[in-house]
């Protein structure tokens, strides 16, 4: 990202999901200029032990450029930050983690989640209001990226299928079409949930 800005990219399309992280998005902040500091004023490290040892935050010196920019988020779940349907209890245990690792990782979450608050409560910063809610369907999408993202970036979280159709011009394609056909593994019950054949139905 911060090499498209480099390059005059202003307008952003982003798929997450599937990712090794959860960190809640602090690893891309810090990409960007953030400053996500632990006790003694130091960057955390990487990954979740960096949320764990997160003391305060500061988006000072993220990238002016920034404010010039517009994210569509291509976010296919519907998970919160923290809690039962976080991030860290949904997806945590595919990336390996433990029960106990879990019940940690969350509380990590929530944390974050109010650091990030009462440093946007306490402060004037470049890129104006925010979005502050770590409950946003999605937000916990890709170990919590969709929260950074949406409550730093202004990110608007939006189901994958539903930006691509945009981006192609779904609707003037098939317009004059008999037959449309889709990819999907079967149909089952899953298939009204916002996959690829319920969504192009929509455009008949």
């Known amino acids: 990202m911060k090499d498209a800005i480099s390059k005059g990219c202003r307008n952003f399309i982003i798929g997450i999901g599937g990712s090794a992280t ?3 998005g602090i690893g891309m902040l810090q990409a ?3 400053e996500l500091l632990d006790k003694s004023g130091k960057q955390v490290p990487f990954g979740a032990e960096g949320v764990e040892k997160l003391a305060s935050i500061s988006c000072k010196n993220l990238l002016p450029e920034l404010k010039e920019c517009s994210f569509r988020i291509a976010c296919d779940v519907d998970n919160p930050l923290y809690g039962e349907k976080g991030c860290s209890y949904i997806f945590g ?3 390996g983690a433990t029960p106990e690792m879990v019940e940690l990782m969350d509380g990590w979450m929530e944390n974050y989640a109010k650091i990030t608050e009462e440093y946007f409560a306490d402060s ?3 890129l ?3 979005n502050y809610d770590p409950n946003y369907p999605g937000c916990g999408a890709a170990g919590g990226l969709g929260f950074a993202f949406r409550t730093f970036l202004h990110g608007k979280l939006e189901p994958g299928i539903s930006i691509v159709l945009e981006e192609i011009g779904i609707e003037n394609q098939i317009k004059n079409a008999d037959i449309v056909i889709t990819g999907e593994g079967r149909l089952d019950g899953q298939t009204v949930m916002g996959k690829a054949p319920i969504v192009v139905l929509e455009y008949k």
């Open 22 to 24: 959860n960190d809640g």
């Open 32 to 34: 960007l200029g953030g």
């Open 93 to 95: 245990p595919q990336k």
């Open 124 to 126: 004037k910063t470049q």
């Open 128 to 130: 104006g209001k925010f």
